[in-house]
């Protein structure tokens, strides 16, 4: 459980992880279904209008809070300081947790998943809402959203037809950027 702690938020690679602990890839395939199984965590397969695709990039692995992640990662008594790496990555995993759990208890009928291109850009959370567009949303945990960090979000908007982008942030009131509606986090949740 150590190990998913520090796979958190990142691209699972059973292979990897399996040499790391010494046990084959399926057993260490089989630990993370556990995780998933326990309902200690998730995973965020990579979008794809193909399932066959969708099957063949490696998943992104979740735990299920975010404080347990910081205690197994034995972070707790070092503080989440705004503007650093730690608290960008604990505010995405809030912020994806959170939209999981929501669309769960609204028993919504919305399927989850992230979009990495092979040339490394990326999209934090894919929404496909049946009926509606879908959404294309970049986590910042920035209190004012640069267009430079939404470089990657417009380019992969353009290239998804039917799709809005949206950049959930940390700013205090919704604006919209070119083709990018910008909103507060916790704005963003509620629509």
Do not use: M
Not at 40 to 55: A, C, D, I, M, N
Not at 109 to 114: A, G, H, I, P, T
Not at 184 to 190: S, Y
């Amino acid at each position: 459980i150590e190990v998913a702690a520090q796979c958190n938020g990142e691209l699972i690679n059973f292979s990897r992880i399996a040499r790391d602990v010494g046990v084959d890839t399926k057993t260490a395939q089989s630990y993370f279904q556990i995780l998933e199984d326990t309902l200690l965590g998730y995973t965020l397969e990579p979008y794809h209008r193909s399932v066959r695709k969708r099957q063949s990039q490696a998943p992104k692995f979740y735990l299920f809070d975010g404080g347990v992640c910081r205690a197994l990662s034995r972070t707790l008594n070092v503080p989440l300081n705004h503007g650093t790496y730690a608290f960008g990555r604990a505010f995405e995993h809030f912020v994806v947790t959170e939209a999981l759990r929501r669309s769960d208890y609204l028993k919504n009928d919305f399927r989850f998943s992230y979009l990495r291109t092979k040339d490394g850009a990326e999209v934090d959370l894919v929404i496909e809402r049946p009926g509606q567009a879908t959404l294309l949303v970049e986590i910042k945990s920035a209190d004012n959203v640069d267009p430079t960090d939404l470089r990657n979000l417009k380019a992969l908007h353009r290239d998804t037809p039917g799709s809005e982008a949206v950049c959930l942030c940390r700013e205090p009131l919704p604006r919209v950027l070119e083709d990018v509606k910008i909103l507060p986090w916790q704005q963003g949740l509620d629509d």
